[in-house]
C-alpha cells in the first residue's frame, strides 16, 4: 500500500485538539470559523453580550436563517451544539425549527439535515 500508513496517521492525530467550540457571547462571530450561510449581519443576525440573536419574519409561512462553519472538518467525529438562554416566537398555528444541517465533500453532494420543533 502506498502512502501513508495507519501508525503514521495515528501518531500525527496526537497534536490535535479533541474538540472545537466556541462562544459566540464571548468571542462574537469571528469571520474566519463562521459565516452567515442564510440571511445578513445586521438584518437577520446581530452579535449582543450574550450572544449570537437570529431574528427573521417568515413571509409565505417561511423563512430560513443560518450561520455555518467557515471550514471544512473531516475525519470521524461527533457534532453537538448548545444553546443558552434559547427563545423562540412563532403566529398561532405555526411552529419554529431548529436544524444541523451537513454537507459532504462527496462527488454527488450529499446533504443531511436533522431537525427538531420548537413549537
Known sequence: MAGRTIEDID???TGLSETFGHDFAKDGL?????????????????VEDDGLHAMCRGV????????GLGFEASGDFD???KF???VTECAEGDSNTIALRVAFADKI???CSL????G
Not at 409565505?60 to 450561520?67: F, H, I, M, Q, S
Not at 431537525?115 to 420548537?118: A, D, Q
Request: proline residues 2%; charged residues 20%.
Open 109 to 111: 453532494g450529499t446533504r
Open 79 to 81: 457534532i453537538s451544539a
Open 115 to 118: 431537525r427538531r420543533s420548537l
Open 60 to 67: 409565505a409561512r417561511y423563512r430560513d436563517a443560518a450561520v
Open 11 to 13: 501518531a500525527g492525530m
Open 30 to 46: 469571528p469571520q474566519g470559523h463562521f459565516k452567515i450561510a442564510t440571511g445578513t449581519l445586521g438584518k437577520h443576525f446581530s
Open 84 to 86: 443558552r438562554n434559547l
